[in-house]
């Protein structure tokens, strides 16, 4: 299994970006997917989750600006940020629970982090 994240760049304050992780490879299901991100200097931190039944939780920092779509039938996250802000800037990384089969456990799998920076 495999998370491929895009999107991602240069982006003054007050822009937009949306960033895209999709899921690959033979799998049972996909419980949730959302974002973290982890700021310069800074421990790594939850932006967004989605849970299967749709249901999502937002950082406070982003509620309102960010806005996270899921493809169940194509197996994409979708991550659209407005108003950015430079507090904003850091790596960003594709998270999702996955069941490889009926028979075992979700875990969490990470995709290779996009850098976003905002900045004038």
């Known amino acids: 299994v495999q998370l491929q994240a895009s999107g991602g760049g240069l982006v003054q304050p007050g822009g937009s970006l949306r960033l895209s992780c999709e899921v690959s490879g033979s799998l049972s299901s996909i419980s949730a997917m959302g974002w973290h991100r982890q700021a310069p200097g800074k421990e790594r931190e939850l932006v967004v989750s989605m849970v299967s039944g749709g249901a999502s939780h937002y950082a406070d920092s982003v509620k309102g600006r960010f806005t996270i779509f899921r493809d169940t039938s194509t197996r994409t996250a979708v991550l659209q940020m407005d108003n950015l802000k430079p507090e904003d800037t850091g790596v960003y990384y594709c998270?999702?629970?996955?069941?490889?089969?009926?028979?075992?456990?979700?875990?969490?799998?990470w995709g290779q982090g996009t850098l976003v920076t905002v900045s004038s």
């Open positions: 998270t999702a629970s996955i069941r490889l089969s009926a028979f075992r456990p979700s875990r969490d799998y």
